[in-house]
């Protein structure tokens, strides 16, 4: 499963973060496909979309997709010379698709900071360091294999060859390889060198319970904005504390707090969005009397993909989708209303399937 790692240094809030995370947990009995290990905490999507089906089916019941966060501890200066712990920090920040880096931007005397100030910036360049120097080391290295045989004109050598000596410039110069624009081309060439600051990074800064309601005054996170847009990453504030205390209320209970708080959407829905999105992952929807039910797929997967996340079987036996958008089903009404205005299409295995899709996948068995 895809999974966006959560990383940062220490006294930063990771730990609260992850607690709201764990706490507000999904029922795992719905996602057996899940990975159960202390370090991997698993939510539940919002989507309105999901709430609206509802009313319009009355299924039995309704299962939201799910969506995992790994919690990947110890990050240390250094890390990159690989040392111990440093180099399973480094490992485990291989293994995961997205990068979700929290960065302080609370004052607050009783709580240290590593580096003896509150400075996003320069924690966030700590990172970022240790990630462009492992990245660093792995270019060299294939830099040495290739240039021979891009001497010899292996035509595919020398194309690697060329996206090594882009990647390696833009890491001396402290750019991550994600702040870099290739062409298709040479962005499956990059896939393939398995980069860790390729990955797709989202900057989380966290504020005070006093400062969630209105950030603007904030200049830490005035500062990280800035960095971010500079290599095109996204940041989105939430305070991990107020998150630690919401994700054990009720949606009711949650709704009041939020509105005292003066926020419309909690820090922790705002990053399972973020994150998803930064996945490239889409939604979606299979609506029975039963059950109603999001899945989550990647952008660009065909139907029968998308029909062998549910169960093998769908995939293998696959003879058409049964679709209709999100939109088109609301705006009828019903599944007959949306099928007597044509709205319910037959596709077939070359469709791509869109986020917000109603499918009834039809197979053989
Ligand atoms: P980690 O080392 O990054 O995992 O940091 P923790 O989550 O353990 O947080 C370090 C300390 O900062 C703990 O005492 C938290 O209660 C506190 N903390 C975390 N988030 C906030 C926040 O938003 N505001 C304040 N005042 N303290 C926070």
């Not at 607050?108 to 580096?115: M, Y």
């Not at 400075?119 to 290295?141: H, Q, R």
């Not at 919401?246 to 705002?270: N, P, V, W, Y």
Request: charged share 30%.
């Amino acid at each position: 499963a895809l999974t966006a790692g959560i990383v940062g240094l220490p006294n930063v809030g990771k730990s609260t973060l992850f607690n709201a995370i764990t706490k507000a947990g999904a029922e795992s009995a719905n996602y057996p496909f899940c990975t159960i290990d202390p370090n991997v905490g698993i939510v539940e999507v919002p989507d309105e979309r999901l709430v609206k089906l509802t009313e319009l089916v009355s299924p039995k019941k309704t299962i939201p997709t799910a969506f995992e966060f790994t919690d990947i501890a110890g990050i240390v200066k250094g890390a990159s010379k690989g040392e111990g712990l440093g180099n399973k920090f480094l490992s485990h920040i291989r293994e995961v698709d997205a990068i979700c880096q929290v960065v302080r931007c609370f004052d607050d005397e009783n709580i240290t900071h590593v580096s003896g100030k509150v400075d996003p910036i320069d924690d966030i360049e700590v990172i970022n360091l240790e990630l462009i120097l492992a990245d660093l080391e792995s270019v060299d290295k294939r830099l040495a294999r290739v240039a021979k045989l891009a001497k010899q004109k292996d035509k595919e050598a020398a194309a690697e060859h060329d996206v090594l000596v882009i990647v390696k410039e833009a890491l001396e110069s402290d750019k991550p390889a994600r702040s870099i624009e290739f062409t298709e081309e040479q962005q499956k060439i990059v896939k393939q060198l398995h980069l860790l600051t390729a990955k797709p990074m989202l900057y989380v800064a966290n504020v005070s319970e006093e400062e969630i309601a209105d950030p603007s005054g904030n200049e830490h996170v005035q500062k990280v904005r800035d960095y971010a847009s500079g290599e095109g990453s996204e940041v989105i504030v939430i305070s991990a504390k107020v998150e630690e205390e919401i994700a054990e209320l009720d949606d009711d209970e949650k709704a009041m707090f939020l509105e005292e708080l003066g926020i419309s959407q909690s820090g922790l829905d705002q990053l399972i969005k973020a994150a998803y999105s930064l996945l490239g992952l889409a939604t979606y929807f299979t609506a029975g009397v039963q059950e109603v039910r999001a899945w989550t797929f990647r952008q660009g997967m065909k139907a029968p993909q998308c029909a062998g996340i549910i169960h093998t079987d769908f995939e293998r036996g696959f003879i058409r989708a049964e679709t209709v958008s999100y939109d088109d089903l609301v705006s009828n009404g019903s599944m007959n209303a949306a099928k007597e205005a044509g709205k319910v299409r037959l596709e077939g295995k070359e469709y791509v399937m869109k986020d917000g899709d109603v499918v009834h996948f039809r197979f053989n068995v």
